[in-house]
């Protein structure tokens, strides 16, 4: 499926939500000529909304997602993933024909089960999932660059029109992303651990901290070493999102921390009998693991 | 207890290992010249002593912990913890009257059991740790500036010689540390959440990623978006240090990864239960530590 270098891929493209996903595709867009040539935004955060309008990274805000998708080639998802059912329901008789619907969300099979039984026949429903972020939320988190070398993944169900997909996979390549296509559920156990677990354990490690005695407390802020530093930056990622993420990817979400939890706890054991081999072998293998991501470039 | 500004701390600085932090000292100590007037290196691994002596960061290079000490004013045991029992046996004998004996391991406690036993009458000993550090090792890992910027916490025994403490204050300082003085029991109990078990965490989940099924391990490198990725940084960090450190902070380790346990499995809990409100809390607690760190400008 080719499309011309030339053309813009859409006459009208719209945003639903504009914090650090949307914001940075707006601005992507904007920063070249060969995506759309129309961004249209809704945000239902109304403080969101007239900040997205001061910023001028919209030609323009609509009232309600209804208005924005009037007419849009293609609509793209991008509030938390707890949203997208209302979200579908609401907009999916006035989309047009032949238009795609797509989004952003870090969880594919809930968006699938929430959205897919509401897009009419005539749109093309291509869920996407753009591996890339930072620990900054809101409207003025966004910018132009953010998907750039990074992976965006694709989770089309069986029998969806190849040209949507090309179109979303172009959109994102236009975007500076490499794209690959996958099974959702795939995506899913993969992601939960390479994301969504990582992101719970910084989130319970920095209760964990919170929870302590007055004077350890402080200490702990003042005297925050290289890895709870670490990890308090992964924990300052903007709540709603995650608390929907945890909750729609449940079931891979569960089981990896059950691995992990697991693990932990053999570890824990070679700790407290001493076991040396053990341990190094573990800290042998986290070495390995990081060996192997710098050669595939992704550190 | 002031220490002139003109004057060099010290004549003869020996240093007892020289991977990232015992290299970064030499480094950091040749960069200025108020720290000491000879730098003498003992590295236990040959192949690093080599490299050392071709960087031509240490004045001298000595064959045995034993001469590397003689004629010494501040001694430096720069080796992962589980060595210095031995370490601190086999130079105790060789160590000049008045000389001060200092460490760089994170933990200390077990330190002040393992070496202030052998430390005699007329050696000064003055525990330290500097909070800082890289994912990197080995002799070539080490810059100037490492301590720049960064804590270092002291954890004398009651009644050590103050002007000695002054001297090992004002060492860390010429280095651009900031110094602090806590009990090595509270020292032990704030780094095993800040620092011990990160990394603790960090290994195990590369370990439980390592351990998936074929297919989805390959992509989990492929993929590894922020969270995965920031682990596996931790995760690089040296075997042998931190597989000493772990089972030189066993109970306070311990006691850290249990509360940590219950508080993820609280957590799991709330997942597989979809109760919104406690993972929000959550996760804005994160938040709210992560502001807490920016404000005392450590993040």
Chains 1, 2 share one sequence.
């Not at 910023?55 to 309600?64: N, Y």
Request: net charge negative; proline share 5%.
């Amino acid at each position: 499926m080719s499309i011309e270098a030339e053309a813009t891929l859409f006459r009208r493209l719209t945003l639903l939500g504009s914090g650090l996903i949307g914001g940075s595709i707006a601005r992507a867009v904007r920063a070249r000529g060969d995506i759309a040539d129309e961004i249209v935004i809704y945000d239902r955060n109304p403080a969101h909304a007239a900040r997205i309008a001061e910023l001028e990274i919209a030609d323009r805000m609509a009232a309600t997602p209804q208005a924005a998708v009037q007419g849009a080639d293609c609509v793209i998802l991008c509030s938390p993933v707890g949203t997208f059912g209302d979200l579908a329901a609401a907009i999916a008789p006035h989309m047009k024909p032949g238009a795609i619907l797509s989004d952003v969300g870090s969880t594919k099979q809930s968006v699938i089960r929430d959205v897919a039984p509401l897009v009419p026949d005539h749109v093309h429903f291509v869920p996407a999932h753009p591996l890339a972020g930072t620990e900054y939320s809101g409207p003025d988190a966004g910018f132009a660059t953010l998907f750039e070398g990074r992976w965006c993944l694709l989770t089309p169900l069986p029998g969806t029109d190849e040209a949507s997909i090309a179109r979303v996979r172009c959109l994102w390549e236009r975007m500076g992303s490499m794209v690959s296509s996958m099974e959702a559920g795939h995506h899913d156990r993969v992601l939960a651990i390479v994301s969504h677990l990582p992101h719970l354990i910084a989130f319970t490690i920095c209760g964990t901290a919170d929870d302590l005695a007055d004077e350890t407390r402080q200490q702990v802020l003042q005297f925050a070493a290289t890895g709870f530093r670490d990890f308090t930056r992964i924990a300052a990622s903007d709540p709603e999102t995650w608390r929907d993420v945890f909750l729609n990817n449940r079931e891979a979400l569960l089981e990896m921390l059950a691995r992990f939890t697991e693990d932990a706890q053999a570890m824990a054991r070679a700790v407290r009998w001493g076991d040396a081999a053990y341990i190094e072998d573990k800290i042998g293998r986290g070495r390995k693991i990081r060996r192997s991501l710098i050669e595939l470039k992704q550190a």
